[in-house]
């Protein structure tokens, strides 16, 4: 047979003009984000209500207890002013002396007169400073002034005048000391968080634990392990119940897929033994070769038509392995290679290798290439070209397989993988069971890989099936077969 007369740089236009929206979905599909799992969805709720809380009790200690004491701790020291303006107006000049020294000495006030050159810094450094020196000025008249420090010294200085003479009052401002002027606070309010945060680590733990080991346990019933059970005696009620109906759940299905699997082998036995013996008969007893030919062949279609039923409903586990590409397709395309009615080209790289089954991935390819060769012929010729081509990105092998046909209408590609789905008579022309392609796609789904459709904008149909990279191989070179 000729080659395929298409120039490659016409076909790869082509190819990437039709495979550009699978690529797209799925580059969308992994870099869709998944969101928080429920144990940090619980956790930060539970850091919020915690945050949330202690903001609320801040503002209420601030606002009924915090605030307030320091006020009437404003006004206490605003009456100790008041009283040594009093006592200091009401004695002589020894006892004045005196009282100053005793005022020093037991209640750590000092009296300083006050210069007309003294530098000093007025106590409004904060809202509630300013709110604090208000209070004092109240109380003591509107010439008052309140000073954090006075020509450097710090401390909490109130003025006021006797007789004309303005004096200073210094005192310890642990009198009206804020809870921010020990660093002890921090200390306490760092141990709370964090001992907090673990107990809500804890919780959140706790909570999603179950939820956990549900989900290991539907993972592995989802692989064919049904024989996995979850703890039926835990003290949670509601975990209990859940458990003990999953674990019926698991043996229900176990039963049904072993009833199955019994089924299955009594189908297979039952339906072939007689159409063995037909078909010898069929060979003994009819003379005419071109009607034994026939009926050979009914046979025949009977035996693969109860072949793909047996595929598609017969429970199927596999160990991905790594599979050299290039020569698995080969090997499974050397059957269509030689028939007279299909011409094939295959480029892919000798060193690409994927993750999978390499019955079940040959199995995929045979269906797609028979489902070309039904119904990817090329319009006017009466014969079938396909090309089968591979490439790797982002640890992702996608492999493509297009015919040059009459293609599917855009609103049936959704539907080719649907179990005895038909579509237009075009691609419909031969007898079959409707199941090749389901199957292709059951196989891929037990591979983990994808299975997608779409029409090439120069004719025919692109199927587009993807599998996990695996590790190449030190040579690399490139296989093109042509025929």
């Keep these: 047979m000729a080659a395929i007369s298409d120039s490659d740089s016409d076909l790869d236009a082509a190819f990437q003009s039709a495979s550009a929206p699978l690529e797209q979905d799925a580059e969308q599909t992994r870099r869709r984000p998944y969101g928080f799992s429920l144990l940090w969805r619980t956790f930060l709720l539970l850091v919020l209500l915690l945050v949330g809380s202690a903001i609320g009790w801040y503002q209420v200690f601030q606002r009924v207890e915090y605030q307030p004491r320091i006020i009437n701790n404003a006004r206490q020291v605003a009456s100790l002013v008041n009283l040594s303006r009093a006592a200091l107006i009401h004695s002589d000049g020894i006892e004045r002396i005196a009282l100053i020294k005793t005022l020093a000495e ?21 809202g509630l400073q300013r709110r604090i020196s208000g209070e004092m000025i109240m109380y003591l008249g509107p010439d008052t002034l309140v000073a954090s420090s006075v020509n450097g010294e710090p401390g909490l200085w109130v003025s006021f005048s006797i007789k004309g003479d303005a004096y200073w009052l210094l005192m310890d401002r642990s009198r009206i000391k804020t809870m921010w002027d020990n660093g002890t606070w921090l200390l306490w309010l760092t141990m709370l968080v964090a001992l907090s945060l673990a107990g809500a680590l ?26 996995e059970r979850l703890d039926e005696n835990t003290r ?81 586990r596999t160990t ?22 299909m011409q094939v080209q295959i480029s892919i790289p000798a060193e690409l290798r994927v993750m999978g089954d390499a019955i079940d991935l040959g199995r995929v390819l045979s269906n797609l290439l028979e489902n070309a060769q039904r119904y990817g012929r090329t319009p006017g010729t009466g014969l079938t070209r396909v090309r089968i081509t591979a490439s790797a990105r982002d640890h992702v092998v996608t492999l493509r397989v297009r015919d040059y046909g009459p ?22 022309s031969a007898t079959s069971t409707g199941l090749g392609l389901a199957i292709v796609a059951k196989v891929m789904s037990n591979m983990s890989g994808t299975l997608q459709f779409t ?11 993807s599998l996990a990279q695996a590790p190449e191989r030190p040579k690399a070179q490139t296989s093109s077969v042509h025929k």
């Design 106 to 126: 037991q209640e750590e006030v000092r009296i300083k007169t006050r210069e007309p050159g003294d530098k000093f810094e007025l106590f409004t450094e904060t």
């Design 202 to 227: 804890v919780l959140a733990r706790l909570i999603n634990y179950p939820l956990q080991q549900l989900l290991k346990a539907a993972i592995r019933v989802r692989e064919g392990n049904y024989q």
């Design 236 to 316: 949670t009620s509601e975990i209990r119940e859940v458990n003990i109906g999953f674990n019926r759940m698991a043996e229900q299905i176990s039963r049904v897929e072993r009833d199955r699997t019994e089924m299955l082998a009594g189908i297979s036995h039952d339906l072939r033994t007689p159409l063995a013996r037909l078909r010898l008969e069929i060979e003994m007893s009819v003379p005419d070769p071109e009607v034994r030919e026939l009926m050979a062949a009914d046979i025949s279609q009977v035996d693969v038509i109860i072949e793909k039923f047996l595929d598609y409903a017969r429970p199927h």
């Design 320 to 341: 991905p392995q790594p599979l050299p590409l290039a020569e698995l397709v080969h090997a499974c395309a050397q059957p269509f290679i030689a028939r007279d009615d």
């Design 407 to 428: 293609g599917v209408p855009d609103e049936l590609l959704g539907n080719l993988t649907r179990p005895f789905f038909r579509g237009d008579s075009a691609r419909t």
């Design 455 to 465: 029409n090439s904008s120069s004719g025919g149909l692109i199927a587009q099936i």
